[in-house]
Every structure is written in structure tokens, then in C-alpha cells.
């Protein structure tokens, strides 16, 4: 009989190949026959509340650990049961920051996502879900939260030694929190996804150890390498096959159905 209790999936990557939105055959019935066999089924991504679509819909998922892990919701009953949100005075001192070095940028709460005038609301990412996006200038309006930022830049990696250097000078209670070619994730400090599961471990009276997770980018790395068993998906990048301490099939492949079966999770 197998430890493990939960199973966690990234979802970009992962579950769904990057600019697809239906789960295959095969995706779904893994995850029925892994809440037949009594596990509980875990999403974490860097997606939040209106840019996960469906995925959310989806009745063999227990919860939502989304925007990199700075909130976790209960998809049963709707409820947020952990959010560590960035500050307002840190937010707007980052926003004169960004004005200053024309970053593009975006951030969600949980009742708008908002982009300043840079940002390309229009990038296959954000288009199906626009409608739930307004611009910045009204966040003061909505007495909204703010769960993580990300940055458009062709140079994510000096924007965010830039970005690190002026967070520690303003003594501000956030840092970058992953990046990527694209760009990259601001947080409040301390958060990634594997602190997220932790504080869900310890709702759920389990321990990281009794987890699986599966993830293809370098936001995925801590969850990996913290929980019991950490899958890199085959079409990963070399920072994440370097913290699992399994690899499994690309996306495309269908690569977590064929491995949770491989290991005896469901037959």
C-alpha cells in the first residue's frame, strides 16, 4: 500500500500542453481513478482564480493552491483557507518603480486582474480571460488583495537583480519569486508553491513526504524538492529534472497518467 496521500499537478506544462485548455481522455480518468482510490488531487500553478478556466470545475480536484502558492482554495466549499497577499505600501512603491523603468506588468486579486498600459492583454495566455482584467488605476477602487505580480521582459533575469536590490533597500516584504524567459513572479517574500503545500499538509494532518507532485518549470523546483515524491515532467526544464527525483513522459504524452499507473497508484 502505497504512503502517499496527495497528489499534486502544475498545470501549464504539466497537465496541459502551453496554449491548450481541454485535459486528454487519459487526464481525466487519472484523476477519477485517483479519488476512487482515495487520494486527494491537488492543483498548484502560477494560475490564479480567473485564469484557470475550468480547470477548477473539475470534480475529482480537491483544492486550488494558485498564483504560485500565495493563496489556497477549498474547491469544495469555495473558500480561501490560507492567502498571504502583498502590501499595499510595498505595492505601490513597486508601481513607481515599474513607472520609472517601464516594466509591463499585471497582478491578481480575487475579485479583478489588473495590467497597466504596457501589458499585452492580448498574449494567448491572457485573451480568453480579459474580460476579468481592468487596468491598475482602478485597484485603489475595489479594496481588492494583490496575490502576485508578473513581469513581461525580454531580460527577466536583470530586471530581477534590479528588482531584488530595490526590495532589500525599501525594506519591503516581497522578492521574486521565480523567472522565467518571459518574465518572472513577484511575491510577498517567503512564498513558492512548496510553502503552500506545507501549510496544506498541515490543514490535511499529513506531511510533505506523504505528497506527489508534478511540475515542468523552474517555479516548480522547491515543490519538488520538498515533497516525499517530486516528478519532472520530460519536456521539463534542466533546473527542475535536477530537483525530482523522477522524470515521466512530456505533456504531450499524456506523462503523469502513465507514471502514477507505472507506480501502482490505479490500474
Known amino acids: 500500500m502505497t504512503k502517499y496521500k496527495?497528489?499534486?499537478?502544475?498545470?501549464?506544462?504539466?497537465?496541459?500542453?502551453?496554449?491548450?485548455?481541454?485535459?486528454?481522455?487519459?487526464t481525466k480518468e487519472m484523476f477519477e481513478k485517483l479519488k476512487a482510490n482515495g487520494f486527494i488531487n491537488v492543483l498548484c500553478s502560477g494560475r490564479d482564480i480567473f485564469t484557470v478556466g475550468k480547470q477548477i470545475h473539475n470534480p475529482y480536484v480537491d483544492y486550488f493552491v494558485g498564483a504560485n502558492g500565495t493563496f489556497i482554495l477549498d474547491l469544495k466549499t469555495n473558500e480561501y483557507v490560507f492567502e498571504k497577499t502583498i502590501n499595499?505600501?510595498?505595492?505601490?512603491?513597486?508601481?513607481?518603480?515599474?513607472?520609472?523603468?517601464?516594466?509591463?506588468?499585471?497582478?491578481?486579486?480575487?475579485?479583478?486582474?489588473?495590467?497597466?498600459?504596457?501589458?499585452?492583454?492580448?498574449h494567448w495566455f491572457y485573451k480568453p480571460f480579459k474580460k476579468s482584467f481592468i487596468s491598475v488605476d482602478e485597484f485603489e477602487k475595489h479594496n481588492d488583495k494583490n496575490y502576485l505580480i508578473t513581469i513581461s521582459s525580454k531580460t527577466p533575469h536583470d530586471v530581477a537583480l534590479e528588482l531584488t536590490k530595490y526590495f532589500e533597500k525599501e525594506k519591503m516584504d516581497m522578492w521574486v519569486l521565480a523567472e522565467w524567459n518571459g518574465g518572472?513572479?513577484?511575491?510577498?517574500k517567503g512564498i513558492t508553491k512548496a510553502t503552500a503545500l506545507e501549510t496544506l499538509a498541515k490543514m490535511l494532518n499529513c506531511s510533505l513526504d506523504e505528497m506527489?507532485?508534478?511540475?515542468?518549470?523552474?517555479?516548480?523546483?522547491?515543490?519538488?524538492?520538498?515533497?516525499?515524491?517530486?516528478?519532472?515532467?520530460?519536456?521539463?526544464?534542466?533546473?527542475?529534472?535536477?530537483?525530482?527525483?523522477?522524470?515521466c513522459l512530456p505533456v504531450t504524452e499524456d506523462g503523469p497518467y502513465f507514471k502514477l499507473r507505472e507506480k501502482g497508484f490505479y490500474y
Open 6 to 26: 496527495v497528489i499534486v499537478f502544475d498545470i501549464d506544462g504539466t497537465l496541459l500542453p502551453f496554449g491548450v485548455d481541454e485535459l486528454t481522455p487519459r
Open 88 to 122: 499595499y505600501e510595498d505595492y505601490k512603491k513597486f508601481h513607481k518603480f515599474a513607472k520609472e523603468h517601464k516594466l509591463s506588468f499585471s497582478f491578481v486579486g480575487n475579485k479583478w486582474g489588473y495590467y497597466n498600459e504596457l501589458f499585452d492583454i492580448d
Open 184 to 188: 518572472l513572479f513577484i511575491s510577498a
Open 212 to 247: 506527489v507532485a508534478f511540475g515542468d518549470s523552474e517555479n516548480d523546483v522547491e515543490m519538488l524538492s520538498a515533497v516525499g515524491l517530486g516528478i519532472a515532467m520530460g519536456n521539463g526544464e534542466d533546473v527542475t529534472k535536477a530537483s525530482a527525483k523522477e522524470i
